[in-house]
């Protein structure tokens, strides 16, 4: 927000220069992004586009924010004038002569080519002299014909014949605004002869307003801050309108048809107005606010936005009135009906969404509420009576409406972020007097004012230690009392607290214990966040408790780390059709309904997912073009439909793996290059079994008809727990990895529940001690049907060898003439050991009898010599 200093000055005295003045906003949180001087000559020497003699002495404060930039006016050369004659000029049409008073004692003659002074041209001495910005030889200013800001000096020259050595100013001259087209008209009762700089010039502060202080989106809420911070008393506004018409009553009816989202509508009338250029201070401090001026009643409007912050809008009342075919005129606020559409002041005609609050009358749509004005109602040149609007709006309600239109505006930025109800009678009060002085008329007594939904009033009590214990600083009552105080809080003192009503600008401050840190933060915020000291923790820490569900997913996260994957992070938001490369082109799409966004900010971020693998196959789809080799998992959580009272998502943590090229990465030592396959992921998933610990994990072969159609048939497997499933993992189907442009090699992926995983985690398991006593290792190869799964012969050899068995690996699959067509030999190593003794031939040849038995009798085994 461009806030003049000038106009700053009105609701209090500042005596900081600008930079210290930028110092003490930027720490209170209003952060100034940019100082912009406009003819004073800046504290700081840092000015760009001024030498250092022309940018005045003294610095800022350290740490105080911004470089000034702007131009310093010379005392000396740059004054007020007044134009006693425009003469024609001799050798050209579009050129005047000027007889002026500078206040020097001797006349001048100017050359000009300014088109608002044509109409004075050959009248002979002016009855009531204008006054102009004048700039005597040797002025620095900005070209006036250059884009941007290109600094000149002023030289003697001569134009046609004339002699030129001086000028009279534009705006864009003395860098108050773009505007070139005429100079400046100054009021009538500028004092010829003063400094330019002493009678209009000023500072623009640039100033970031956060969202959480929408309140001081105006030149009244900055100017509180500072007179807090400085402790300056704030010049309250004045709210008085000076009505002599009839009374408003019988010549307006309003209708609140959905308060919840217009709880408040104020009106006014004024008739017999002139709409007119407005008086040029006005148009210079809107200029500098970085508003451009229209005419004495828009301005009106745009002033009292940007120094009170409450928008309004005004309509004309002739408008209004032949619309209601000789009845009352009835102001309406409702929600559109189906196929409603409005052409608003842009001259865009706009489909209006079923939720969009519209001011209305009986004959139809009138206005954006809170965002825009439509065409047909807008002030003119011929307007001479106006109804002038004040309401508030439900921020939220606003923001959809901005976004669906995509429709910002000056109006809606300060409704999205919250306008205070108690603002809407305020404004029209300062809005339709402001018409009445510099439009003329006469203002209607009385308003008209609905208050659908009073604003409730917001009352927080506030204990005196609660403020020593967050901020760590032991500040009298009478000094929290003072800062609340001077924002416009009512304090009242009890023993051990104070209680604090909010004031009714205000929509930032909560109740309860919200509330309390509201208004601590206030506080601080006055009191000076740098003034507070650093200090130890003096609070009793709070209890300390485990995140379980936390501690296992960091835990699942290490373990894959440790088998050698990477993790990717991808987003939440995608569209149904990337999530539908995850299946052939001939299965069936995903048929659950999606939760969609209201307002997506790109076309491929539109709904929640529904999977983790698929973002995790674009990040391998990415890299998979400059490495080899890839190991990546994500862990996040899909977004069904909810079925709950709510209408909450329904939130599952899924765990994605992505493999795919070499068993191991190149290295000098060489390695296994052949490429991952099944084996390698099912290997990983047991690992991570084996360290949360997980039990009762197995792997089941799916039937063809209940195959999963992302993986290829024979190369995937379904994860159970206890039985239950819990995930899929294999290879990813050709036509899948095809879509995803992940070449020839094999991609193996999983997708498993990991909520599900993680709930079988035991809080408490077994450790075994390092053991004392040797092992015993044996080779053991049996042979077995083909279609016997290992798992069936781990399970035999598990239940045989009983509590003796330390370890069992598989280290050779065999298939070949040897053993007969049909089967195949599966070679395993046992270690047998023993906690309390080392275990004799005897014993281990025991348990290897128990073992082969076993095999013989459940699989129909054969012990391989």
């Not at 048929?591 to 990040?619: F, I, K, W």
């Not at 050709?734 to 035991?762: C, E, I, K, M, T």
Request: net charge negative; charged share 25%.
């Amino acid at each position: 927000m461009k806030v003049p200093l000038s106009w700053l000055r009105d609701f209090v005295e500042i005596t900081l220069t600008p930079e210290e003045l930028a110092y003490k906003l930027t720490f209170a949180g209003l952060e100034v992004e940019d100082l912009t001087y406009v003819g004073l000559a800046p504290a700081d020497s840092r000015v760009d586009g001024l030498p250092p003699e022309k940018s005045g002495g003294g610095k800022a404060p350290a740490g105080a924010g911004p470089k000034a930039k702007g131009l310093a006016w010379d005392p000396a050369k740059l004054v007020v004038a007044a134009i006693l004659e425009v003469m024609p000029h001799p050798n050209a049409d579009r050129l005047t002569l000027l007889r002026l008073d500078d206040g020097s004692g001797r006349e001048q003659v100017v050359l000009t080519g300014a088109p608002n002074l044509f109409e004075f041209k050959g009248q002979g001495p002016l009855a009531t002299p204008l006054k102009a910005a004048y700039a005597r030889e040797g002025s620095i200013l900005y070209d006036g014909h250059k884009p941007g800001q290109a600094l000149m000096t002023l030289k003697r020259a001569k134009i046609r014949g004339v002699d030129s050595y001086s000028m009279v100013c534009s705006e864009k001259e003395l860098g108050i605004s773009e505007e070139h087209e005429g100079i400046i008209l100054l009021p009538g009762d500028a004092p010829v002869g003063k400094p330019l700089a002493e009678y209009m010039g000023d500072v623009v502060f640039e100033v970031k307003i956060n969202p959480n202080m929408a309140r001081d989106a105006n030149i009244l809420g900055l100017a509180r801050e500072v007179a807090a911070l400085t402790g300056r008393p704030l010049k309250t506004p004045d709210y008085t309108v000076h009505a002599t018409g009839p009374s408003i009553a019988g010549q307006l009816k309003l209708e609140l048809h959905n308060p919840e989202l217009n709880p408040r509508f104020t009106a006014a009338l004024i008739k017999g107005v002139t709409p007119a250029p407005s008086p040029y201070e006005v148009q210079r401090r809107l200029r500098l606010a970085g508003v451009r001026p229209i005419n004495n009643i828009v301005d009106a409007t745009n002033y009292v936005m940007l120094e009170i912050g409450q928008p309004l809008h005004a309509f004309d009342y002739d408008v209004l009135a032949r619309r209601a075919a000789g009845g009352t005129p009835t102001i309406i606020t409702r929600l559109p009906a189906a196929g409603e559409t409005l052409t608003t002041l842009d001259g865009v005609e706009r489909q209006l969404d079923a939720d969009t609050i519209l001011v209305c009358d009986t004959h139809g749509a009138l206005s954006l509420g809170g965002v825009m004005g439509g065409r047909e109602s807008e002030v003119s040149d011929t307007t001479t009576n106006v109804l002038l609007e004040g309401a508030a709006w439900e921020y939220i309600n606003i923001r959809k409406t901005v976004k669906r239109q995509n429709l910002p505006s000056e109006a809606a930025y300060r409704f999205s972020r919250g306008v205070h109800p108690a603002m809407t009678e305020r404004g029209v009060r300062r809005g339709i007097e402001y018409m009445r002085q510099w439009a003329g008329g006469a203002v209607a007594q009385g308003l008209v004012d609905e208050v659908a939904r009073p604003a409730p009033t917001v009352v927080v009590d506030l204990p005196l230690n609660e403020v020593e214990r967050v901020l760590g600083l032991p500040l009298p009552p009478a000094e929290i009392a003072r800062i609340l105080e001077a924002l416009e809080f009512k304090v009242e003192a009890e023993p051990e607290s104070l209680r604090v009503t909010v004031p009714d600008h205000r929509l930032d401050i909560g109740t309860g214990v919200v509330g309390r840190a509201d208004l601590i933060e206030e506080i601080a915020r006055i009191y000076g966040y740098e003034r507070i000291p650093e200090t130890q923790l003096a609070d009793r820490l709070p209890p300390q408790r485990g995140n379980r569900a936390l501690a296992l997913e960091e835990r699942t996260r290490d373990l894959l780390v440790t088998a050698g994957l990477q993790e990717v992070v991808t987003y939440s938001l995608t569209a149904p059709q990337r999530e539908r490369k995850l299946l052939p082109p001939s299965a069936p799409a995903d048929d659950q309904p999606y939760l969609t966004l209201e307002n997506p900010v790109v076309s491929d971020r539109v709904v929640m997912r529904h999977t983790v693998l698929a973002g995790v196959l674009d990040v391998a789809a990415l890299n998979a073009r400059h490495h080899e080799r890839l190991a990546l998992f994500e862990i996040g959580p899909i977004y069904r439909v909810g079925e709950n009272e709510e209408r909450l998502p329904d939130e599952q943590k899924r765990l994605a793996l992505v493999l795919t090229g070499p068993r191991e990465p190149a290295a000098w030592q060489g390695g296994d290059h052949t490429p991952m396959d099944f084996f390698d992921l099912k290997g990983v998933i047991e690992a991570l079994a084996g360290g949360l610990p997980l039990k009762g994990v197995s792997f089941a072969t799916p039937e063809a008809e209940a195959l999963h159609p992302s993986y290829t048939p024979g190369r995937t497997a379904r994860l159970l727990l206890d039985g239950q499933p819990a995930g899929w993992l294999g290879e990813l189907h050709p036509l899948v990895r095809a879509q995803y442009d992940l070449g020839s090699q094999a991609v193996l992926a999983a997708d498993l529940n990991l909520d599900r995983l993680l709930a079988q985690v035991d809080e408490r398991y077994k450790v075994t001690p390092v053991p004392e006593y040797p092992p015993v290792k044996e080779d053991l190869a049996v042979i077995v049907d083909e279609a016997v799964a290992a798992a069936a012969v781990r399970a035999a050899l598990v239940a045989a060898a009983g509590n003796l068995l330390a370890g069992l690996v598989l280290f050779d699959v065999y298939r070949g003439a040897q053993i007969g067509t049909g089967k195949k030999s599966l070679a395993y190593r046992l270690t047998y050991q023993a906690a309390d003794r080392t275990l004799t031939d005897a014993e281990a040849a025991k348990v290897r009898g128990r073992i082969v038995k076993r095999l013989q009798e459940e699989l129909g085994a054969t012990i391989r010599s």
